[in-house]
């Protein structure tokens, strides 16, 4: 059963609360253990991950959902056994909130791919509690998914890099992003601009924003990118054919021009999906897979280690996000901004 403590969120109760309808209530939180924080939640960015469980696109979602899972807030509260941090410490919790810390994956840096994985909101703890995001003023998470926010950055330049940043810098990371690199970014919305910035950062050679028309071209070089490459030119993949090394794809669509995304390597080169259509992609073909020896893959997240590192590299680096804030209380409206795409490139709640 839930702790009879109350925190007060922006509860989503059906599929139309995407629509704005978010309201605003007390919650119990899972019951209180020795290895948890209680934080009070100063950011909170909006991803789009939070669109697609408020209206059940990924599959039935278990309502009453608290979403939000780019949270920084300071410790209120701290567990017997939490031993690295302290009341008022300012941490991060990205979209992961826990996992058995013992198999196979934990111990190899693979804590995401866990097979009790705990994700940050509509899921469940294995005493059956729930848990729940950080549109709210208050948040309880395992102090073991917790990561202190480095000085140098601002909670609301940290707060979106908790899941939109480490997405694609994990991938990025594993796939050789670095020095003589050339580098494609599918997407420039609130991943894709993290992709461009933390490409760069890992000292690619070269990066091009891949989008069906210019229209952010001006956007993706002052990311850093080369330039745009718009997929709607006609003959757009042969002029980009054996061009690229890494191509990390943020497309939420499912109409995506995937055959030729995957005429545009290098011999050897890494396509890594991180977006997630709510339908199926078209049908792919097996030509430049085998004939160019393309690499065609998934990335979930990142690992803690990871995440650290990446927090680290933002501060020494000055990466960035792009960010607007809204009060949290304006939450409904944002969330209909957010559905009309006018994020550039990330929203922020703040309380």
């Known amino acids: 059963m839930p702790s009879t403590d109350s925190f007060t969120g922006y ?14 209530a007390t919650f119990n939180p899972k019951v209180f253990t020795d290895d948890d924080v209680d934080l009070k939640i100063s950011h909170c960015g909006m991803c789009a991950s939070d669109l697609h469980t408020l209206r059940s696109g990924w599959g039935a979602t278990p309502y009453p959902v608290i979403v939000g899972h780019e949270i920084v807030g300071t410790i209120t509260k701290k567990g017997k056994n939490v031993t690295q941090f302290e009341i008022g410490d300012r941490v991060g919790v990205g979209a992961q909130t826990l996992s058995c810390l013992e198999c196979y994956d934990c111990t190899h840096d693979n804590e995401q791919y866990c097979a009790k994985c705990v994700f940050t909101y509509s899921s469940t703890f294995e005493n059956g509690d729930t848990s729940y995001g950080g549109y709210a003023l208050e948040g309880r ?9 480095p ?3 601002p909670s609301e330049i940290a707060a979106p ?3 939109g940043g480490i997405t694609v810098y994990s991938p990025l990371k594993r796939n050789g992003c670095g020095p003589g690199k050339t580098v494609g970014v599918v997407g420039l919305g609130g991943l894709g601009h993290f992709a461009i910035l933390f490409a760069k950062a890992l000292g690619a050679e070269k990066v091009y924003a891949i ?4 229209a952010k071209g001006a956007d993706a070089k002052a990311l850093g990118a080369e330039d745009i490459i718009a997929t709607q030119t006609p003959g757009w993949s042969k002029k980009w054919a054996r061009t690229f090394d890494l191509v990390i794809s943020t497309a939420n669509n499912a109409d995506m021009p995937l055959n030729e995304y995957l005429s545009i390597f290098k011999p050897g080169g890494r396509f890594v999906q991180v977006g997630l259509p709510e339908s199926p992609v078209p049908q792919l073909t097996f030509g430049s897979l085998i004939n160019q020896n393309v690499h065609l893959m ?7 280690a990871e995440i650290a590192e990446m927090l680290e590299l933002s501060a020494k680096t000055g990466v960035k996000s792009w960010v607007t804030c809204y009060p949290m209380e304006q939450v409904n409206d944002v969330l209909k901004l957010m559905d009309a795409n006018k994020a550039k490139y990330r929203f922020v709640l703040t309380n």
Do not use: H, Q, T
């Not at 509860?11 to 605003?24: E, F, R």
């Not at 998934?298 to 803690?304: A, P």
């Open 151 to 153: 000085e140098e950055l």
């Open 141 to 149: 998470y395992p102090a073991a998914f917790c990561f202190k926010i």
């Open 11 to 24: 509860i989503g109760y059906d599929p139309d609360s995407v629509n704005g309808n978010l309201v605003k």
């Open 211 to 214: 989008s069906r028309s210019e």
């Open 298 to 304: 998934g990335s979930l997240l990142g690992s803690r």
């Open 161 to 163: 890099m908790m899941c």
